[in-house]
T-cell receptor, first 114, second 113 residues
Framework: NAGVTQTPKFRVLKTGQSMTLLCAQDMNHEYMYWYRQDPGMGLRLIHYSVGEGTTAKGEVPDGYNVSRLKKQNFLLGLESAAPSQTSVYFC?????????????FGPGTRLTVT | QQQVKQSPQSLIVQKGGISIINCAYENTAFDYFPWYQQFPGKGPALLIAIRPDVSEKKEGRFTISFNKSAKQFSLHIMDSQPGDSATYFCAPTFSGSARQLTFGSGTQLTVLP
């Protein structure tokens, strides 16, 4: 039982390049989330999904796209990377059950855009 | 709109002391009030959480105090240990939001040996 895993762990991009971050969970969770963490700002929600095939915007969605083709995977895409997207990205998942509110986080992906 | 204000930004405590971190919120729809703990290089992990029907919850050395009328909740760490050194986030949420967490800016706790 690996929980939430993220690929890759580190990445350096040049401005304008594209990439996809992969998040996988093996807990059969319905909800999945992508956050970014910047110094002094806590974590901010980029996009989230309440089930396979559905996605929604969070607080800071601009410049990112997501897809959830399979229940266990949630992909975050950067079509044209900008230096402002330098951050640590965390994926999380949670269950739909009543009274079950804990989010389980992955280890993060550190992205640098030069 | 800053919905969640967390204080202090950083906290240094001697081993065995009490650490207190505060969180103030604006959204009265919040119905779940967790604290997450994050170690360097790791993702956040749930430490303790409370629902608004109780005013206090204790789990070992960790206690949440909740004041609904003041729209505040706090984390108390008793007998603080060097292993507690981490960043702590309050992250309230509500059931109508697909459980989106609204994170505070974080408190970096250092417990000196």
């Amino acid at each position: 039982n690996a929980g939430v895993t993220q690929t890759p762990k580190f990445r350096v991009l040049k401005t304008g390049q594209s990439m996809t971050l992969l998040c996988a969970q093996d807990m059969n969770h319905e909800y999945m989330y992508w956050y970014r963490q910047d110094p002094g700002m806590g974590l901010r929600l980029i996009h989230y999904s309440v089930g396979e095939g559905t996605t929604a915007k969070g607080e800071v969605p601009d410049g990112y796209n997501v897809s959830r083709l399979k229940k266990q995977n949630f992909l975050l895409g950067l079509e044209s990377a900008a230096p402002s997207q330098t951050s640590v990205y965390f994926c999380a998942s949670s269950s739909l059950g009543a009274g079950v509110d804990e989010q389980y986080f992955g280890p993060g992906t550190r992205l640098t855009v030069t | 709109q800053q919905q969640v204000k967390q204080s202090p930004q950083s906290l240094i405590v001697q081993k065995g002391g009490i650490s207190i971190i505060n969180c103030a919120y604006e959204n009265t729809a919040f119905d779940y009030f967790p604290w997450y703990q994050q170690f360097p290089g790791k993702g956040p992990a749930l430490l303790i959480a409370i629902r608004p029907d109780v005013s206090e919850k204790k789990e070992g050395r960790f206690t949440i105090s909740f004041n609904k009328s003041a729209k505040q909740f706090s984390l108390h760490i008793m007998d603080s240990q060097p292993g507690d050194s981490a960043t702590y986030f309050c992250a309230p949420t509500f059931s109508g939001s697909a459980r989106q967490l609204t994170f505070g800016s974080g408190t970096q706790l250092t417990v000196l040996p």
